[in-house]
């Protein structure tokens, strides 16, 4: 007897995510949507530049990549059976390399054309208008002024501080990047801010989201501001960007799509709170942010353990507590988790000042709340009034 | 009250709210006695929301389905120059003009209790809030401004809805699923914000559900996202005179097939997913944007939200997609769309043309100019928009 095996009907398909320049960045989410009815789509989570193989049936496949910034590289492709397809997706390029990573998470346009409605615009025409407005304040209310763009800046006092402002513009933008040097001796027991005091407006205060490392190096961040008045503050971390990202744009179907990965990863993020507390506070807010609340475990309370003079992680752990366990149980915990949060500091992401000043809401209306959460609140509140809505960062006027 | 459409409360259902204020008698151009501030905050009337919250409501009553919670109530305040009635096309009041409450601090507060109040008959039940009208942002915190608002010069804020409150202390109602559509500016006048941030938190609005420690009616999660109009600190735009505003105009679109999903099924299954709602309706405002020179506005997410279904469309309909093609050449053209053995020919006009296409891979686009020469695309039309540029040999 012959047994016949039956023809082949599934290819194999190589996608690529490609960018003109060498940039790093996981979590882009992939629909691979077949151009018939009947075929399943697939929906994938990838990195910039690398190969990705999956099989799937034969036919015509149309290839989308959507990308944190809210642009979208497209490609068709046939596959047929028992071969391989090739589909590149092309990134467009930016004007320069140094906007490589910020034009995958960001979209400069959208707030560019925004900004013409804005009822108080600021276009810093050249750098030595962005440079004067400058300068690196410290929780301590030191300020240290930025003279030029290529200058280091030495904090008085001797502690080794130092922050690199590298300030470019284009015809659309302008950017300031901060980069930590390597040797920075940072101890966790204090804040950085940005102040930016455009011509004829009030200032703001950026609470800078610093140490952020990456692989044990202290990792870049881009300032960048079209015009508006909130600028897009990047953290140039390929494994972490796009997740906050895609929550920052509200794209959080990008997210759904491959929500397992990205609550894996964040899940990891927060795992590795250690090597980074302040991305694993933004792994933790990304979890409450998708519902995952047991993929938090007790990690958020050993970041408010572990690190005090990081607002974001007593502010995660009360939370966390509010929303998993009767409030009789844990009130006295949770009170005094967001007074030494609304005493200790900034927090560092918008949400962070949101939820502090919503749970002690919450705290204020039981009926006997603890005298100290009076304060808090009211010092929780005057930071949601002065906070920017549309900042991932705490962006805070003065 | 103002039900415009109800139905048995026993089951699951779809609540929704919606509030236009257009009419503001304390402010700039009202009929009533301004505000002692009122020229220094320069609000003014507004054309848009009375239309716009009627049109929601309209969408919800004809056309909105979703067989797991169909639509159970529909409330409707509006606050118009010139009062109308409402005539549904479907439930108890079918065919029956219907007297539309003004939206007043009063009657707007009374309507988000009755409206909660529904929604906590059910677990799975969907809550719909859909506001037009003056808002102002200060830090964090947002407010709606209610017809009345102004009324009082020593409690300014006595007749705003103090929204993020709203927002937080719905975490108390029984049913789970909820979006809110807010569409409305979050620029408020320095002299307005400066006097509210001085008062911090609410300043007085009422946030008529007020939040409560402990108090989670539900152990499942809530999801219960915010749909902005406009970025904070932003204005939002309609035309002027118009009755729909922009927002409110792509929001349409976006329900009514531009916005749906079909990810679980290509081609075939189609709903509508509140994650992805927020990208949809920004895509439309920028095609609008850049075709017509409409304000740019850039919508904005918030609230704790994961993805929930609020319409299914029926079966075997696919949903109609925006498509902008555009030329290098700014001549006219004819147009000609073919699918398989359909052909649509189009009368001449110039680059860019603006079509509207079914859901469907493989439409090839040719662009026959006067003097000979054919310009060619090819493009699946997919949700949200699509873009294509013809091209000579009509590369994709």
Same mark, same amino acid.
């Given at each position: 007897?012959?047994?016949?095996?039956?023809?082949?009907?599934?290819?194999?398909?190589?996608?690529?995510?490609?960018?003109?320049?060498?940039?790093?960045?996981?979590?882009?989410?992939?629909?691979?949507?077949?151009?018939?009815?009947?075929?399943?789509?697939?929906?994938?989570?990838?990195?910039?530049?690398?190969?990705?193989?999956?099989?799937?049936?034969?036919?015509?496949?149309?290839?989308?990549?959507?990308?944190?910034?809210?642009?979208?590289?497209?490609?068709?492709?046939?596959? %047929? =059976?028992?071969?391989?397809?090739?589909? +590149? &997706?092309? !990134? /467009?390029? *930016?004007?320069?390399?140094?906007?490589?990573?910020?034009?995958?998470?960001?979209?400069?346009?959208?707030?560019?054309?925004?900004?013409?409605?804005?009822?108080?615009?600021?276009?810093?025409?050249?750098?030595?208008?962005?440079?004067?407005?400058?300068?690196?304040?410290?929780?301590?209310?030191?300020?240290?002024?930025?003279?030029?763009?290529?200058?280091?800046?030495?904090?008085?006092?001797?502690?080794?501080?130092?922050?690199?402002?590298?300030?470019?513009?284009?015809?659309?933008?302008?950017?300031?990047?901060?980069?930590?040097?390597?040797?920075?001796?940072?101890?966790?027991?204090?804040?950085?801010?940005?102040?930016? %005091? =455009?011509?004829?407006?009030?200032?703001? +205060? &950026?609470? !800078? /989201?610093? *140490?952020?490392?990456?692989?044990?190096?202290?990792?870049?961040?881009?300032?960048?501001?079209?015009?508006?008045?909130?600028?897009?503050?990047?953290?140039?971390?390929?494994?972490?960007?796009?997740?906050?990202?895609?929550?920052?744009?509200?794209?959080?179907?990008?997210?759904?799509?491959?929500?397992?990965?990205?609550?894996?990863?964040?899940?990891?993020?927060?795992?590795?709170?250690?090597?980074?507390?302040?991305?694993?506070?933004?792994?933790?807010?990304?979890?409450?942010?998708?519902?995952?609340?047991?993929?938090?475990?007790?990690?958020?309370?050993?970041?408010?353990?572990?690190?005090?003079?990081?607002?974001?992680?007593?502010?995660?752990?009360?939370?966390?507590? +509010?929303?998993?366990? /009767?409030?009789?149980?844990?009130?006295?915990?949770?009170?005094?988790?967001?007074?030494?949060?609304?005493?200790?500091?900034?927090?560092?992401?918008?949400?962070?000042?949101?939820?502090?000043?919503?749970?002690?809401?919450?705290?204020?209306?039981?009926?006997?709340?603890?005298?100290?959460?009076?304060?808090?609140?009211?010092?929780?509140?005057?930071?949601?009034?002065?906070?920017?809505?549309?900042?991932?960062?705490?962006?805070?006027?003065? | 009250?103002?039900?415009?459409?109800?139905?048995?409360?026993?089951?699951?259902?779809?609540?929704?709210?919606?509030?236009?204020?257009?009419?503001?008698?304390?402010?700039?151009?009202?009929?009533?006695?301004?505000?002692?501030?009122?020229?220094?905050?320069?609000?003014?009337?507004?054309?848009?929301?009375?239309?716009?919250?009627?049109?929601?409501?309209?969408?919800?009553?004809?056309?909105?389905?979703?067989?797991?919670?169909?639509?159970?109530?529909?409330?409707?305040?509006?606050?118009?120059?010139?009062?109308?009635?409402?005539?549904?096309?479907?439930?108890?009041?079918?065919?029956?003009?219907?007297?539309?409450?003004?939206?007043?601090?009063?009657?707007?507060?009374?309507?988000?209790?009755?409206?909660?109040?529904?929604?906590?008959?059910?677990?799975?039940?969907?809550?719909?809030?859909?506001?037009?009208?003056?808002?102002?942002?200060?830090?964090?915190?947002?407010?709606?401004?209610?017809?009345?608002?102004?009324?009082?010069?020593?409690?300014?804020?006595?007749?705003?809805?103090?929204?993020?409150?709203?927002?937080?202390?719905?975490?108390?109602?029984?049913?789970?699923?909820?979006?809110?559509?807010?569409?409305?500016?979050?620029?408020?006048?320095?002299?307005?914000?400066?006097?509210?941030?001085?008062?911090?938190?609410?300043?007085?609005?009422?946030?008529?559900?007020?939040?409560?420690?402990?108090?989670?009616?539900?152990?499942?999660?809530?999801?219960?996202?915010?749909?902005?109009?406009?970025?904070?600190?932003?204005?939002?735009?309609?035309?002027?005179?118009?009755?729909?505003?922009?927002?409110?105009?792509?929001?349409?679109?976006?329900?009514?097939?531009?916005?749906?999903?079909?990810?679980?099924?290509?081609?075939?299954?189609?709903?509508?997913?509140?994650?992805?709602?927020?990208?949809?309706?920004?895509?439309?405002?920028?095609?609008?944007?850049?075709?017509?020179?409409?304000?740019?506005?850039?919508?904005?997410?918030?609230?704790?939200?994961?993805?929930?279904?609020?319409?299914?469309?029926?079966?075997?309909?696919?949903?109609?997609?925006?498509?902008?093609?555009?030329?290098?050449?700014?001549?006219?053209?004819?147009?000609?769309?073919?699918?398989?053995?359909?052909?649509?020919?189009?009368?001449?006009?110039?680059?860019?043309?603006?079509?509207?296409?079914?859901?469907?891979?493989?439409?090839?686009?040719?662009?026959?100019?006067?003097?000979?020469?054919?310009?060619?695309?090819?493009?699946?039309?997919?949700?949200?928009?699509?873009?294509?540029?013809?091209?000579?040999?009509?590369?994709?």
């Amino acid at each position: 007897m012959t047994q016949i095996d039956p023809a082949p009907t599934k290819g194999t398909l190589h996608l690529r995510v490609g960018s003109p320049f060498d940039v790093r960045l996981e979590g882009i989410a992939v629909d691979v949507v077949p151009l018939r009815a009947g075929l399943s789509a697939k929906h994938l989570d990838v990195a910039v530049g690398q190969d990705t193989t999956l099989e799937v049936e034969a036919g015509d496949y149309l290839i989308e990549a959507r990308l944190p910034s809210g642009a979208v590289a497209s490609a068709t492709c046939s596959v %047929t =059976p028992a071969s391989t397809s090739e589909a +590149l &997706l092309p !990134l /467009p390029a *930016p004007p320069h390399e140094w906007l490589a990573f910020t034009r995958l998470v960001a979209r400069p346009e959208r707030a560019d054309r925004r900004a013409r409605y804005d009822s108080q615009p600021w276009r810093p025409r050249t750098p030595a208008d962005v440079q004067a407005g400058m300068a690196i304040v410290s929780a301590r209310g030191e300020a240290w002024a930025c003279p030029d763009g290529q200058s280091f800046v030495e904090p008085p006092g001797g502690r080794g501080r130092r922050v690199l402002c590298d300030l470019g513009t284009d015809e659309r933008l302008s950017s300031c990047i901060l980069r930590p040097d390597a040797g920075w001796p940072y101890t966790y027991d204090e804040q950085l801010f940005l102040r930016i %005091t =455009p011509p004829c407006s009030q200032s703001s +205060l &950026l609470v !800078l /989201p610093v *140490p952020w490392f990456l692989d044990a190096q202290l990792a870049p961040l881009q300032v960048l501001w079209t015009g508006g008045r909130i600028p897009a503050v990047i953290v140039q971390d390929p494994g972490v960007g796009a997740v906050l990202a895609y929550l920052d744009s509200g794209d959080t179907a990008a997210a759904r799509r491959s929500a397992d990965a990205i609550a894996d990863k964040a899940e990891r993020i927060l795992f590795d709170k250690v090597k980074n507390p302040v991305a694993a506070a933004g792994g933790a807010y990304v979890l409450l942010r998708l519902g995952q609340l047991a993929k938090l475990h007790d990690w958020v309370g050993n970041l408010a353990a572990w690190y005090p003079a990081l607002p974001d992680g007593a502010i995660l752990r009360a939370t966390q507590l +509010l929303r998993t366990s /009767p409030a009789a149980e844990v009130k006295e915990e949770v009170t005094r988790l967001l007074v030494r949060a609304a005493q200790g500091g900034y927090p560092v992401y918008t949400e962070g000042v949101r939820l502090l000043a919503s749970s002690l809401r919450l705290l204020a209306s039981d009926d006997a709340p603890a005298p100290q959460v009076a304060d808090a609140l009211k010092a929780a509140q005057s930071m949601e009034a002065h906070a920017s809505a549309d900042s991932m960062f705490t962006w805070l006027d003065e | 009250m103002t039900l415009t459409f109800s139905s048995p409360p026993d089951n699951p259902g779809t609540h929704v709210l919606a509030i236009g204020v257009g009419v503001y008698p304390h402010l700039v151009g009202g009929a009533g006695a301004p505000a002692s501030d009122a020229a220094a905050w320069g609000m003014k009337q507004l054309s848009t929301p009375p239309g716009s919250a009627i049109e929601v409501a309209r969408w919800f009553i004809d056309e909105h389905r979703n067989p797991a919670c169909p639509l159970a109530s529909v409330e409707l305040l509006v606050s118009a120059s010139v009062d109308a009635p409402f005539r549904p096309s479907r439930g108890p009041l079918a065919q029956q003009d219907v007297a539309i409450e003004h939206a007043t601090q009063q009657n707007v507060v009374a309507a988000i209790k009755r409206w909660k109040k529904r929604l906590d008959g059910d677990e799975q039940s969907t809550g719909v809030f859909y506001f037009a009208g003056h808002g102002m942002q200060s830090g964090l915190s947002s407010f709606l401004l209610s017809e009345t608002f102004g009324s009082d010069d020593d409690a300014t804020m006595k007749d705003a809805i103090y929204f993020t409150g709203l927002h937080l202390g719905m975490e108390r109602c029984l049913a789970r699923r909820q979006i809110f559509l807010i569409d409305a500016c979050r620029n408020a006048p320095q002299a307005l914000t400066s006097r509210v941030a001085a008062a911090g938190g609410g300043a007085g609005a009422d946030p008529v559900i007020e939040p409560r420690v402990g108090a989670h009616p539900s152990t499942l999660p809530r999801d219960a996202p915010i749909i902005y109009s406009t970025a904070s600190e932003a204005a939002a735009f309609g035309p002027a005179g118009g009755l729909m505003s922009y927002f409110t105009s792509a929001l349409l679109r976006a329900l009514r097939g531009a916005g749906w999903d079909d990810g679980d099924d290509p081609w075939n299954t189609w709903v509508l997913r509140t994650d992805s709602l927020t990208r949809h309706i920004g895509n439309l405002m920028q095609l609008d944007s850049e075709l017509h020179g409409s304000s740019f506005q850039a919508p904005r997410a918030g609230g704790d939200a994961q993805s929930f279904i609020l319409h299914v469309p029926p079966p075997a309909t696919p949903p109609r997609i925006p498509i902008a093609v555009q030329a290098a050449r700014s001549d006219p053209a004819s147009l000609k769309v073919t699918l398989g053995a359909s052909v649509q020919q189009m009368q001449p006009s110039s680059s860019p043309w603006e079509l509207e296409l079914e859901a469907a891979p493989g439409y090839q686009i040719d662009a026959d100019f006067a003097d000979g020469a054919r310009l060619s695309a090819r493009l699946s039309a997919r949700p949200t928009l699509r873009k294509a540029t013809v091209v000579p040999g009509g590369a994709t």
